[in-house]
Nanobody, 123 residues
Framework: QVQLVESGGGLVQAGGSLRLSCAAS????????MGWFRQAPGKEREFAAA????????YYADSVKGRFTISRDNAKNTVYLQMNSLKPEDTAVYYC????????????????WGQGTQVTVSS
């Protein structure tokens, strides 16, 4: 079982940057693929980025490709989402999630979720 806690959200102007962190508990963290998802009010939760357990494979939604970078430090049990060139449409609650060994873009495939952190981008 894994517990996830996100941090690093906040209010930023368009064009600015934020780095989200997801701290994980559990000795099996390194065996999990990790994903970042986001959800705006009234909208479905959507995929943003994912990374394999080894860190060698990554996936990005087209909407964030080239602007966001996902990374992980298994020794620190932490996953990061570096967000650059932020746009107002990036405003959402951002969640990290864990999936055993499998990298996937589907939220239904993830078993463990953090509580989310709010990211608000002003125009």
């Amino acid at each position: 079982q894994v517990q996830l806690v996100e941090s690093g959200g906040g209010l930023v102007q368009a064009g600015g940057s934020l780095r989200l962190s997801c701290a994980a508990s559990g000795r099996t963290f390194s065996s999990y693929a990790m994903g970042w998802f986001r959800q705006a009010p009234g909208k479905e939760r959507e995929f943003a980025a994912a990374i394999s357990w080894s860190g060698t494979s990554t996936y990005y939604a087209d909407s964030v490709k080239g602007r966001f970078t996902i990374s992980r430090d298994n020794a620190k049990n932490t996953v990061y989402l570096q967000m650059n060139s932020l746009k107002p449409e990036d405003t959402a609650v951002y969640y990290c999630a864990a999936n055993l060994l499998v990298i996937t873009t589907y939220p239904g495939e993830y078993d463990y979720w953090g509580q989310g952190t709010q990211v608000t981008v002003s125009s």
